[in-house]
C-alpha cells in the first residue's frame, strides 16, 4: 500500500524552479513575443507565397526597385535608403482624445504643404507599411518634387514583395507598381482598367515572368490581396489627374477592397480624399537622417574606389557642417558635386542647373528644348497634342536625366528639369496666368523662372500685385529661385509683416513663417531674432523653433531667457529647439528644467528629450530612477514619445515596482495607450450619421441623421449655427472635400473672434483651392 509523503526538499526545489520559470518568462517575454512573431511570419510567408511564378514575380519588383533611383548603377537602394515616415494630415474624427499630451502636437505647426517644422521636430509619423496594416487602405503621399514620394512608393512595394516588415496582415499581399503617363497611355488603348494596369507593369519584369502576370495579379484581386503603387500623378497637369481619379473611382467601384497608394503635389489633389484617400505629408530629413544619410553615403562611395578613403572622409566630415535645407534629391545632388570636385553651392535650384550644364547640349540646343517644353506645358494644359521631341533630347539620354524607354514615353527623372529649360526662352504674357494659375508645380516653376531670367523687373512688379494668399503660396518657391538677398527683400518684407499681423489666422502666419525658414541661416537669423523678442507669445514660439534649425553653435541666450517665459507654449517650444540644437550646453539647460523646473516644465523638457535618439535617449532612462517622482513621472511623456522595445519594458517596470501611486498609474495607463491600437493613424472615414458631434448637434436642433447619406444639410447647419467646438469640428470634417455651400460659411468664419477657428477656417478654404471644384 502507497502512503503519501510530503517532501519538502522536493516541495522547495519545486518552488524554486517554478519561481525562477516565472522570472525568466517575465523577464525575456518581449524577446520571446519577437521570437514567436518571427517564427509565425515565416510559417505564414511559406503558406502564401506558393507559386513559384509569383515568387519570382516578387523578385523581379525587388531587382527593379533597387535600380529605380538616381545612382541606381552604382548603389542598390537599400545601400543609401533612408525610411520614409509620414504625418496624417487629417486628425482621427469619431476617436476619443489621445489621453497623454504630445508636446509636438500643442507646438509645432504642421503646413500642409510645408512640413519643414512638423519633421524637424519629429511630429508623430507612420511608414506607409504602419499606416497600410494598421489604417485607411488609400493613401496619397504629398510632397513636393525631390522630397522622396517615389522612393517611398519603391520602399513600401519591395518590403512587401520580399515580406520585410513586422505586419503579418500584409504577408499575403502582391504589390504592383505602376506609373501614370504609362497607365494613361494604356487606357487609351483598351477598356479594360485592369488590363490597363497589368500593361504598364508589364516592362519591370523578366522575360519569363511576363507571360504570366495577367493570371497572378487577376488571381490577387480576386482573393483581395493587391497593392497598387500608383507612381507619377504628381507629374501630369491639373486634366489629366481629374481623368485618372476617375478611372481610380471606377477601379475602386469593381474591386473596393483593393488597397491603393499614391501621390501627388500639394498643388492638385483632385477628389482622391472624397474617394476616402488618406493625405499624407511626407516628412523632410531632420538633422539624423541626414546624418545617417551622409554616413551611407560615405560607406557607399568608398566601395567604389572613386577616392581614397582619406578624402571622402574629409568630404564626408565637411557636408555634415552643412545647416542648408534641402531634399533627398538635392542632397544627392549636393554630395555627387561635392565628391566629383564641382564647387555648387547647397541651393535647390542652383543644383539642378548645374546638372544641366554638365551635360553636352550647347545654347542652341538649350533653346531648342526650352520651347518644346513650353510648348509641351501649354499643351497640356489646354488638353492638345504634344508635339514630337526634338533632336536634341538624344543629348540627355541617361539614367540622371531622361527615364528610358525612348520616345513616345519620354519622360525625366525629376519633372524640375522641365521648368528649367521652359524657363531658358520668356514666357508669353497670355501664358503667363494660364501657368500661374494652373495648378500644376511644373507650370507655376516654368513661369516664375523664366521671369526671373527675362524680366526681373516684371517679377517684383507682379509680386506687388498678387494677395497674400497667392504671395503664401508662391512663397516656398520663390524662397528657393531668387538668387540675393536684395531679390528677396521685397518677399520677405511682405511675408513679415503677415507673420506680425495678429489679426490673420494663425495658420497663414506660421505658413509665412515656414516658408522663410527655406532662407540661408544668415538671412533668416534676423527675423528670428526678431519674433524671439515679440510681445506676442504665438510670434515667441515661432522664433524658438525656427531658432532650433540655425547652426549648432549659435548662442543660447534667448532659448534659455523662453525657458522662464510665462507661456506654457513658449517654453515647450525653447526645449523643442535646444535639443535640436544638440550641444552639450543645450541639452544640459533641458536637464535642468526636467530636474529643476515646474511640472509643466519638466513635461516638456522629457519629452523633448525623446527627440534625440542618441544622448536624450540614454538621459530619460536614467531620468525614470530619479530620487523625484516628479521627474520621473515627467519621463513617462518622453518614453511614451519614443515607443521603443527598451522604452516600453522600462514603462513596464515602472507600472509594476513603482511605489508613488501617481507615478505608477501614469506608467500602466502609458502601457495601456501603447497597447491599444494608435487612435492617431488615419482610418477610412466614418459615416457623418456616426460621428459624436453630428449625432449631438443633430439632437439639440430636433433633426434625424440618415445612415449611408451624406446628411450634407445637417452639416452646413453645423458649420452655420454650431457651437465653435462644433463648427471646428466641422471644419475639419470638410477639410479636403469641397463643398459649394460650404465655402461662404468657411469665409464667413474667418472673421470669427475665435483665434482657432479662423486658424482652422484658413486651413479648410486652401484644402478646398487644391481640389477638383464642386460639380
Same mark, same amino acid.
Request: charged share 25%; aromatic share 8%; proline share 6%.
Given at each position: 500500500?502507497?502512503? *503519501?509523503?510530503?517532501?519538502?526538499?522536493?516541495? %522547495?526545489?519545486?518552488? %524554486?524552479?517554478?519561481?525562477?520559470?516565472?522570472?525568466?518568462?517575465?523577464?525575456?517575454?518581449?524577446?520571446?513575443?519577437?521570437?514567436?512573431?518571427?517564427?509565425?511570419?515565416?510559417?505564414?510567408?511559406?503558406?502564401? =507565397?506558393? @507559386?513559384?511564378?509569383?515568387?519570382?514575380?516578387?523578385?523581379?519588383?525587388?531587382?527593379?526597385?533597387?535600380?529605380?533611383?538616381?545612382?541606381?548603377?552604382?548603389?542598390?537602394?537599400?545601400?543609401?535608403?533612408?525610411?520614409?515616415?509620414?504625418?496624417?494630415?487629417?486628425?482621427?474624427?469619431?476617436?476619443?482624445?489621445?489621453?497623454?499630451?504630445? /508636446?509636438?502636437?500643442?507646438?509645432?505647426?504642421?503646413?500642409?504643404?510645408? #512640413?519643414?517644422?512638423?519633421?524637424?521636430?519629429?511630429?508623430?509619423?507612420?511608414? =506607409?507599411?504602419?499606416?497600410?496594416?494598421?489604417?485607411?487602405?488609400?493613401?496619397?503621399?504629398?510632397?513636393?518634387?525631390?522630397?522622396?514620394?517615389?522612393?517611398?512608393?519603391?520602399?513600401?512595394?519591395?518590403?512587401?514583395?520580399?515580406?520585410?516588415?513586422?505586419?503579418?496582415?500584409?504577408?499575403?499581399?502582391?504589390?504592383?507598381?505602376?506609373?501614370?503617363?504609362?497607365?494613361?497611355k494604356e487606357l487609351e488603348k483598351?477598356?479594360?482598367?485592369?488590363?490597363?494596369?497589368?500593361? @504598364?507593369?508589364?516592362?519591370?519584369?523578366?522575360?519569363?515572368?511576363?507571360?504570366?502576370?495577367?493570371?497572378? +495579379?487577376?488571381?490577387?484581386?480576386?482573393?483581395?490581396?493587391?497593392?497598387?503603387?500608383?507612381?507619377?500623378?504628381?507629374?501630369?497637369?491639373?486634366?489629366?489627374?481629374?481623368?485618372?481619379?476617375?478611372?481610380?473611382?471606377? !477601379?475602386?467601384?469593381?474591386?473596393?477592397?483593393?488597397?491603393?497608394?499614391? /501621390?501627388?503635389?500639394?498643388?492638385?489633389?483632385? &477628389?482622391?480624399?472624397?474617394?476616402?484617400?488618406?493625405?499624407?505629408?511626407?516628412?523632410?530629413? &531632420?538633422?539624423?537622417?541626414?546624418?545617417?544619410?551622409?554616413?551611407?553615403?560615405?560607406?557607399?562611395?568608398?566601395?567604389? $574606389?572613386?577616392?581614397?578613403?582619406?578624402?571622402?572622409?574629409? *568630404?564626408?566630415?565637411?557636408?555634415?557642417?552643412?545647416?542648408?535645407?534641402?531634399?533627398?534629391?538635392?542632397?544627392?545632388?549636393?554630395?555627387?558635386?561635392?565628391?566629383?570636385?564641382? #564647387?555648387?553651392?547647397?541651393?535647390?535650384?542652383?543644383?539642378?542647373?548645374?546638372?544641366?550644364?554638365?551635360?553636352?547640349?550647347?545654347?542652341?540646343?538649350?533653346?531648342?528644348?526650352?520651347?518644346?517644353?513650353?510648348?509641351?506645358?501649354?499643351?497640356?494644359?489646354?488638353?492638345?497634342? #504634344?508635339?514630337?521631341?526634338?533632336?536634341? !533630347?538624344?543629348?540627355?539620354?541617361?539614367?540622371?536625366?531622361?527615364?528610358?524607354?525612348?520616345?513616345?514615353?519620354?519622360?525625366?527623372?525629376?519633372?524640375?528639369?522641365?521648368?528649367?529649360?521652359?524657363?531658358?526662352?520668356?514666357?508669353?504674357?497670355?501664358?503667363?496666368?494660364?501657368?500661374?494659375?494652373?495648378?500644376w508645380a511644373i507650370a507655376v516653376?516654368?513661369?516664375?523662372?523664366?521671369?526671373?531670367r527675362h524680366e526681373k523687373e516684371?517679377?517684383?512688379?507682379?509680386?506687388?500685385?498678387?494677395?497674400?494668399?497667392? !504671395?503664401?503660396?508662391?512663397?516656398?518657391? !520663390?524662397?528657393?529661385?531668387?538668387?540675393?538677398?536684395?531679390?528677396?527683400?521685397?518677399?520677405?518684407?511682405?511675408? /513679415?509683416?503677415?507673420?506680425?499681423?495678429?489679426?490673420?489666422?494663425?495658420?497663414?502666419? +506660421?505658413?509665412?513663417?515656414?516658408?522663410?525658414?527655406?532662407?540661408?541661416?544668415?538671412?533668416?537669423?534676423?527675423?528670428?531674432?526678431?519674433?524671439?523678442?515679440?510681445?506676442?507669445?504665438?510670434?515667441?514660439?515661432?522664433?524658438?523653433?525656427?531658432?532650433?534649425?540655425?547652426? @549648432?553653435?549659435?548662442?543660447?541666450?534667448?532659448?534659455?531667457?523662453?525657458?522662464?517665459?510665462?507661456?506654457? $507654449?513658449?517654453?515647450?517650444?525653447?526645449?523643442?529647439?535646444?535639443?535640436?540644437?544638440?550641444?552639450?550646453?543645450?541639452?544640459?539647460?533641458?536637464?535642468?528644467?526636467?530636474?529643476?523646473?515646474? &511640472?509643466?516644465?519638466?513635461?516638456?523638457?522629457?519629452?523633448?528629450?525623446?527627440?534625440?535618439?542618441?544622448?536624450?535617449?540614454?538621459?530619460?532612462?536614467?531620468?525614470?530612477?530619479?530620487?523625484?517622482?516628479? /521627474?520621473?513621472?515627467?519621463?513617462?511623456?518622453?518614453?511614451?514619445?519614443?515607443?521603443?522595445? *527598451?522604452?516600453?519594458?522600462?514603462?513596464?517596470?515602472?507600472?509594476?515596482?513603482?511605489?508613488? *501611486?501617481?507615478?505608477? &498609474?501614469?506608467?500602466?495607463?502609458?502601457?495601456?495607450?501603447?497597447?491599444?491600437?494608435?487612435?492617431?493613424?488615419?482610418?477610412?472615414?466614418?459615416?457623418?450619421?456616426?460621428?459624436?458631434?453630428?449625432?449631438?448637434?443633430?439632437?439639440?436642433?430636433?433633426?434625424?441623421?440618415?445612415?449611408?447619406?451624406?446628411?450634407?444639410?445637417?452639416?452646413?447647419?453645423?458649420?452655420?449655427?454650431?457651437?465653435?467646438?462644433?463648427?471646428?469640428?466641422?471644419?475639419?470634417?470638410?477639410?479636403?472635400?469641397?463643398?459649394?455651400?460650404?465655402?461662404?460659411?468657411?469665409?464667413?468664419?474667418?472673421?470669427?473672434?475665435?483665434?482657432?477657428?479662423?486658424?482652422?477656417?484658413?486651413?479648410?478654404?486652401?484644402?478646398?483651392?487644391?481640389?477638383?471644384?464642386?460639380?
Amino acid at each position: 500500500m502507497n502512503v *503519501w509523503r510530503f517532501d519538502l526538499r522536493s516541495f %522547495l526545489l519545486g518552488v %524554486l524552479s517554478s519561481t525562477i520559470l516565472f522570472f525568466l518568462i517575465h523577464r525575456f517575454r518581449n524577446l520571446l513575443d519577437s521570437l514567436w512573431q518571427t517564427i509565425q511570419s515565416n510559417l505564414q510567408s511559406s503558406l502564401f =507565397v506558393r @507559386s513559384n511564378l509569383e515568387v519570382q514575380l516578387r523578385k523581379d519588383l525587388i531587382r527593379f526597385c533597387q535600380k529605380e533611383h538616381l545612382l541606381g548603377q552604382m548603389f542598390a537602394l537599400d545601400d543609401l535608403l533612408i525610411s520614409t515616415r509620414c504625418i496624417p494630415l487629417l486628425s482621427a474624427t469619431g476617436v476619443d482624445e489621445v489621453p497623454f499630451e504630445d /508636446v509636438t502636437a500643442e507646438v509645432v505647426p504642421v503646413i500642409f504643404d510645408d #512640413p519643414l517644422l512638423a519633421s524637424s521636430y519629429r511630429t508623430k509619423s507612420y511608414s =506607409v507599411l504602419e499606416i497600410l496594416a494598421q489604417g485607411n487602405s488609400r493613401l496619397i503621399l504629398l510632397g513636393e518634387y525631390g522630397v522622396g514620394k517615389t522612393t517611398a512608393l519603391l520602399e513600401a512595394a519591395m518590403k512587401i514583395a520580399r515580406l520585410d516588415h513586422p505586419y503579418p496582415s500584409l504577408y499575403t499581399f502582391l504589390p504592383l507598381y505602376v506609373h501614370a503617363t504609362r497607365f494613361m497611355k494604356e487606357l487609351e488603348k483598351r477598356n479594360d482598367i485592369i488590363a490597363a494596369l497589368i500593361e @504598364s507593369a508589364r516592362e519591370f519584369f523578366s522575360t519569363s515572368v511576363r507571360r504570366s502576370i495577367p493570371g497572378i +495579379a487577376r488571381k490577387a484581386l480576386r482573393e483581395q490581396r493587391m497593392i497598387l503603387f500608383l507612381d507619377g500623378i504628381d507629374e501630369i497637369p491639373p486634366q489629366q489627374v481629374d481623368r485618372l481619379a476617375d478611372t481610380l473611382k471606377t !477601379l475602386l467601384q469593381q474591386h473596393p477592397e483593393i488597397k491603393i497608394v499614391t /501621390v501627388a503635389t500639394p498643388n492638385y489633389l483632385s &477628389d482622391f480624399i472624397a474617394m476616402d484617400f488618406s493625405p499624407l505629408s511626407i516628412c523632410m530629413w &531632420d538633422k539624423t537622417d541626414t546624418r545617417m544619410f551622409l554616413e551611407k553615403w560615405q560607406e557607399g562611395w568608398k566601395k567604389t $574606389n572613386f577616392a581614397s578613403p582619406e578624402e571622402i572622409d574629409l *568630404w564626408t566630415a565637411w557636408a555634415k557642417q552643412e545647416s542648408a535645407i534641402l531634399t533627398p534629391l538635392e542632397w544627392t545632388l549636393f554630395l555627387l558635386f561635392l565628391y566629383s570636385k564641382i #564647387p555648387t553651392p547647397p541651393r535647390p535650384f542652383r543644383l539642378y542647373e548645374t546638372c544641366l550644364q554638365s551635360t553636352p547640349i550647347d545654347h542652341s540646343d538649350n533653346k531648342e528644348i526650352a520651347g518644346w517644353t513650353v510648348e509641351i506645358i501649354k499643351n497640356y494644359l489646354q488638353n492638345g497634342t #504634344p508635339p514630337s521631341p526634338p533632336g536634341a !533630347l538624344d543629348k540627355l539620354f541617361s539614367d540622371e536625366f531622361i527615364v528610358k524607354p525612348p520616345p513616345p514615353e519620354l519622360r525625366f527623372t525629376s519633372p524640375i528639369y522641365i521648368s528649367l529649360f521652359a524657363s531658358y526662352i520668356p514666357i508669353e504674357q497670355s501664358d503667363r496666368v494660364t501657368f500661374l494659375n494652373s495648378k500644376w508645380a511644373i507650370a507655376v516653376q516654368a513661369v516664375l523662372l523664366s521671369l526671373l531670367r527675362h524680366e526681373k523687373e516684371t517679377l517684383h512688379f507682379e509680386l506687388d500685385r498678387i494677395s497674400d494668399d497667392q !504671395l503664401i503660396d508662391l512663397a516656398r518657391i !520663390l524662397t528657393s529661385i531668387l538668387p540675393s538677398l536684395e531679390d528677396k527683400k521685397q518677399l520677405i518684407t511682405r511675408l /513679415v509683416n503677415l507673420i506680425r499681423d495678429d489679426q490673420k489666422p494663425k495658420y497663414l502666419r +506660421a505658413k509665412a513663417y515656414s516658408a522663410l525658414l527655406h532662407l540661408p541661416s544668415e538671412e533668416r537669423l534676423p527675423l528670428i531674432k526678431l519674433l524671439l523678442q515679440s510681445k506676442e507669445a504665438f510670434l515667441r514660439q515661432l522664433g524658438a523653433l525656427g531658432y532650433g534649425l540655425l547652426r @549648432s553653435e549659435i548662442e543660447l541666450q534667448p532659448l534659455l531667457n523662453l525657458l522662464e517665459d510665462p507661456h506654457l $507654449n513658449c517654453f515647450q517650444a525653447a526645449c523643442l529647439a535646444l535639443v535640436n540644437i544638440g550641444t552639450a550646453p543645450a541639452l544640459d539647460a533641458v536637464i535642468s528644467a526636467l530636474i529643476h523646473g515646474h &511640472d509643466r516644465l519638466k513635461d516638456a523638457a522629457a519629452q523633448s528629450l525623446a527627440n534625440d535618439p542618441m544622448v536624450g535617449h540614454a538621459i530619460l532612462r536614467e531620468a525614470a530612477q530619479h530620487e523625484d517622482p516628479r /521627474v520621473r513621472k515627467a519621463c513617462i511623456g518622453g518614453l511614451l514619445r519614443i515607443n521603443s522595445t *527598451w522604452s516600453k519594458e522600462v514603462l513596464q517596470q515602472m507600472a509594476i515596482e513603482e511605489k508613488a *501611486w501617481l507615478v505608477k &498609474d501614469a506608467a500602466a495607463n502609458a502601457v495601456t495607450f501603447l497597447d491599444a491600437p494608435d487612435p492617431r493613424i488615419p482610418q477610412k472615414r466614418p459615416e457623418t450619421a456616426r460621428l459624436p458631434w453630428l449625432i449631438q448637434f443633430a439632437a439639440q436642433k430636433g433633426i434625424g441623421l440618415a445612415p449611408g447619406k451624406s446628411n450634407q444639410d445637417v452639416l452646413l447647419l453645423a458649420l452655420e449655427e454650431g457651437s465653435p467646438e462644433i463648427q471646428q469640428a466641422a471644419l475639419e470634417f470638410l477639410q479636403f472635400t469641397p463643398l459649394e455651400l460650404a465655402i461662404p460659411l468657411t469665409e464667413k468664419l474667418l472673421g470669427s473672434s475665435n483665434q482657432d477657428l479662423r486658424s482652422t477656417a484658413y486651413q479648410t478654404l486652401w484644402s478646398f483651392k487644391v481640389c477638383r471644384k464642386p460639380r
